[in-house]
């Protein structure tokens, strides 16, 4: 969906629309849902891991955490190295503030967040393997990549690509731990 919106969308559209509908819910809500993609995300994440999975316990924490890693290092890489003059849209535009939000102005791309997010989704989805869990990791995995643009962090490209990023971590080390290290 984020991708077929790219298409319809210019650069800050997404933004500029979300910063219309600022309620102080929303503040409050999008606030604690983009957390997910925080250090409390990965706590989260291995706590259910930890708690819920079986067979092959070690294995999924061993590769939530190389995930997280890999995540975090590729995200912030790019952030400050390969894409370091990519503002972020409080640099263009005057946005609504929301509170305990500092408005970031640099390191806009990809969006760690969302990266993150994705990332720990994945792991879940794949490590719990229960249906209707592979169908609600997305959905939250969404929302956090929503919260990022409704509280005027990140342009819709950069939580698109953080999205793409987080899912393709996690599959590459569950494939890589799978294939050659974990047997």
């Given at each position: 969906m984020g991708l077929t919106s790219l298409i319809f969308f210019n650069k800050g559209d997404a933004v500029l629309l979300m910063d219309c509908y600022h309620l102080d819910f929303l503040d409050i809500f999008f606030r604690s849902i983009t957390t997910f993609?925080?250090?409390?995300?990965?706590?989260?994440?291995?706590?259910?891991?930890?708690f819920v999975t079986k067979k092959f316990k070690n294995k999924y924490v061993i590769t939530l955490i190389l995930s997280a890693l890999l995540?975090?290092?590729?995200?912030?890489?790019?952030?400050?190295?390969?894409?370091?003059s990519e503002h972020r849209p409080s640099f263009y535009y005057d946005l609504t503030k929301v509170d305990g939000e500092e408005q970031h102005k640099n390191n806009s791309f990809p969006s760690g967040h969302t990266t993150a997010a994705f990332t720990f989704v994945t792991v879940l989805a794949i490590g719990l393997k229960r249906s209707w869990i592979?169908?609600?990791?997305?959905?939250?995995?969404?929302?956090?990549?929503?919260?990022?643009?409704?509280?005027?962090?990140?342009?819709?490209?950069?939580?698109?690509?953080?999205?793409i990023l987080g899912i393709f971590i996690a599959t590459f080390v569950f494939h890589f731990s799978n294939k050659y290290w974990l047997k």
């Open positions: 993609g925080e250090f409390s995300g990965f706590l989260i994440s291995l706590v259910i891991l930890l995540s975090l290092g590729i995200s912030q890489f790019s952030k400050h190295v390969l894409f370091s592979q169908l609600i990791m997305p959905f939250l995995g969404s929302l956090v990549a929503i919260s990022r643009i409704y509280l005027g962090q990140h342009f819709l490209m950069d939580v698109v690509v953080g999205a």
